[in-house]
């Protein structure tokens, strides 16, 4: 009886691809807001992802993500330097400052300062010139992947800044020296590095601009011990990377309502899906319910019927599961070439999949009631 | 699918009794209302029939009389209020809901006016349900399907879909799906209506040919008086009642003066 299932479904060729469609349309739109719901909160974490070549991030205690930028005294690090377990510590700088290009395209900019002897804190790749470049006078560098958008000179015709041009930052002169690749971010202003005291310069004059103390451990402390001694010290806040990574993610993706409209997102998803598919089986049933009720008469129990109707929806279940997926993750790898949010771990195709299930399953009990309450004495009824 | 097998062995031994007389169907007072309050219809006030082993008994009479009641009520698809009715020595009123699909699955027919193929299977696979309805496998169910279709004339037609088929071949499908388990009782509503004189001529000759039986019984519903030749007995039913019952051929003859 289960292939007269499949073939009631698929002979209504009409019905089969609309329910197909329907719950591909729900299973794309559930698995491709979620990824770029998981795609959105990585990137959130990729600065700190890039820069994690220390054990601790020591920060204001108030820092509530990684551009957060709140400034600490210039003697933490030497009082840093001084716990137990420290191996080393370097500064950090990162403020968000103006900059201006050749042309006088201005934009605001992250600027982030690398400690002058060690370069410690730097982009993971370079593409043009090296890190050791930033030790010449004036010397920035900027993000490769941002050269043809945002360091795109749009007042004189648009060129991409180059090697050996001269930008501002605040009104001071500085100098491309080379470029790196690192990995997409949250955050959309353009970064440039160049070293601690350089950036210094550049900052406004205020009391304090250190804005992170990167701390290595010697190879047998306890990070959790050595963050406890951090904080007590100097009464400021100590995380790992992983640690850092999370604060950031949670903070953005609250604050910006990216989870809630996301979330609202998959649950529409959900939901279109679960009346579509639902109102879709219904009438397939409908239509087929003279059928159902001679099947009845000829002695087909209710757990029979309920069992063709579970095998018509878990069907249309997964090949419109397959079908959103695949087109989700094939649109996925479009977007994501293009640069934009798009993250699928195993979880989301589970989670979508879970999803499918359920819409099926509702849909086939909404349905299956009609079947059940059928009396079979409609048979003879009407022609 | 054991339920079925279980019921059909007392109903036998049941049916021993009645045999001896050559009762299939014994209704005695059977009653069935429709609705409620001032809605309430009465559909059957009390109907006293029986029907033999190896008869085919017709019901017949105006529309409305109650005969597609009575032959659900009899087809166990439908639970009659009062009265007394058994079929092969049981009573459907004693049996749970899935006990009287079972006992149907294995000892009902059914031909209906509208055919009711489904349109997507094939017609060997549509007469073969019956048999995968009681557990059969799809390849033995579909062998004794052909063979049955080959009996109502349909041998090479096997492979088609009811839509490529004309009314009278598909009410022969119909007719093979009825008779592909053996059944002791097969009811049809109106199985000629929906066909032309020649056809419903044809499909009641085949009828008679093939689905009579000593350990079958029939009872066709029908108003087309052309075919009432093919009955054994005919039982006619106005207002809810049996009006009488006479020999089928008699009624043809009177009804030809
Ligand atoms: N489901 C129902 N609900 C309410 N009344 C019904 C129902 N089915 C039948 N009736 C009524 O019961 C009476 C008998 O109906 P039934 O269908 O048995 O007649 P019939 O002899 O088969 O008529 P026809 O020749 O038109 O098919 C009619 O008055 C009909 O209106
Ligand atoms: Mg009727």
Redo the contacts between chains.
């Keep these: ?1 289960i ?2 299932a499949l ?2 479904l ?3 060729r009409l019905k089969y691809l609309g329910l197909i469609v329907g719950i591909a349309f729900a299973s794309l739109l559930i698995s491709q807001q979620a990824s770029i719901l998981v795609g959105l909160a990585h990137q959130t974490g990729s600065f700190v992802r890039d820069t994690s070549h220390a054990d601790l991030w020591v920060m204001d205690s108030e820092v509530r993500f990684s551009q957060d930028s709140l400034s600490l005294s210039d003697n933490t690090l030497l009082r840093v330097r001084g716990i137990e377990g420290v191996q080393w510590a370097v500064p950090l700088y990162q403020g968000f400052l103006k900059a201006k290009l050749p042309d006088g395209t201005r934009m605001t900019a992250i600027v982030i300062g690398l400690d002058d002897a060690t370069l410690i804190g730097g982009p993971p790749e370079m593409v043009q010139g090296s890190l050791a470049d930033l030790r010449q006078d004036k010397a920035v560098i900027v993000d490769y992947n941002a050269l043809e958008s945002k360091f795109m000179m749009k007042r004189s015709g648009g060129r991409p800044i180059r090697v050996g041009d001269n930008l501002s930052i605040n009104d001071q002169d500085a100098r491309l020296v080379g470029t790196y690749r690192a990995s997409q971010s949250f955050f959309w202003e353009p970064v440039i590095y160049t070293t601690y005291s350089r950036a210094l310069q550049y900052a406004p004059r205020e009391r304090k601009l250190m804005t992170y103390v990167m701390v290595k451990l010697k190879p047998d402390a306890d990070v959790a011990k050595v963050a406890a001694s951090i904080e007590a010290a100097t009464g400021l806040k100590a995380r790992t990377n992983d640690e850092f990574i999370a604060l950031t993610r949670d903070y953005i993706l609250k604050e910006t309502g990216i989870l809630i409209n996301f979330g609202l997102a998959v649950g529409l998803g959900f939901i279109v899906g679960t009346l579509i598919a639902g109102q879709m089986l219904y009438n397939f049933t409908l239509d087929n319910l ?2 159902y009720g ?9 757990g ?1 019927l309920v069992i063709m109707n579970l095998i018509q929806a878990l069907t249309v279940g997964v090949l419109g599961y397959g079908i959103g997926l695949g087109l989700g993750s094939l649109l996925g790898q479009l977007v994501a070439s293009a640069g934009l949010a798009f993250r699928m771990p195993w979880q989301v195709p589970v989670l979508c999949g879970v999803a499918i299930l359920i819409i099926c399953l509702i849909a086939s009990a909404l349905s299956i009631t009609r079947v059940l309450k059928l ?3 409609i ?5 | 699918m054991s339920p ?1 097998t279980a019921l059909k062995s007392p109903a036998n031994a049941a049916s021993g009794d009645t045999a001896s007389n050559g009762i299939a169907i014994d209704c005695k007072g059977v009653t069935k209302h429709y609705g409620s309050g001032s809605s309430r219809v009465t559909a059957l006030r009390g109907i006293d029939l029986d029907v033999r082993f190896g008869e085919l008994m017709m019901l017949v009479g105006p529309s409305g009389c109650g005969k ?1 009641t009575l ?2 009520v009899i ?1 166990g ?2 639970d009659r209020d009062e009265g007394q009715c058994k079929v092969f020595g049981v009573d459907f009123n004693t049996m749970s ?2 006990q009287k ?6 000892n ?1 027919g ?1 031909v ?3 055919f ?1 193929l ?4 094939t017609a060997e ?1 549509n007469a073969a ?2 048999l ?3 557990g059969e496998s ?1 390849g033995s169910a579909i062998k004794r399907s052909r063979d049955m279709l080959a009996r109502v004339g349909l041998g090479d037609r096997g492979r088609s879909l009811p839509s490529q088929l004309s009314g009278g071949q598909q009410q022969r499908v119909a007719i093979a ?1 009825a008779l592909v388990h053996n059944p002791r009782l097969i009811v049809c ?1 109106e199985p000629t209506s ?1 066909l032309d004189h020649e056809t419903g001529h044809k499909v009641m000759e085949l009828m008679r040919e093939i689905a009579v039986g000593p350990d079958r019984t029939l009872v066709i519903v029908t108003h087309d008086a052309r075919i009432f030749e093919f009955a054994d007995r005919i039982a006619k039913l106005d207002d809810g009642m049996v009006q009488s019952i006479s020999n089928g051929k008699n009624v043809t003859s009177n009804a030809a003066k």
Excluded: C, W, Y
């Design positions: 009886m292939r007269v073939q009631m698929v002979g209504d003279r059928h001679a099947l009845k008469a000829m002695g087909a129990g209710n029979t009396e079979p004495a048979v003879f009824k009407g022609g | 079925a597609t032959i659900s087809a698809i439908l809901a899935g699909t079972s006992f149907r699955g294995a009902v059914f209906f006016q509208a009711n489904l349109p997507t299977l696979e349900i019956p995968m309805i009681l799809r799906r509503d929906a």
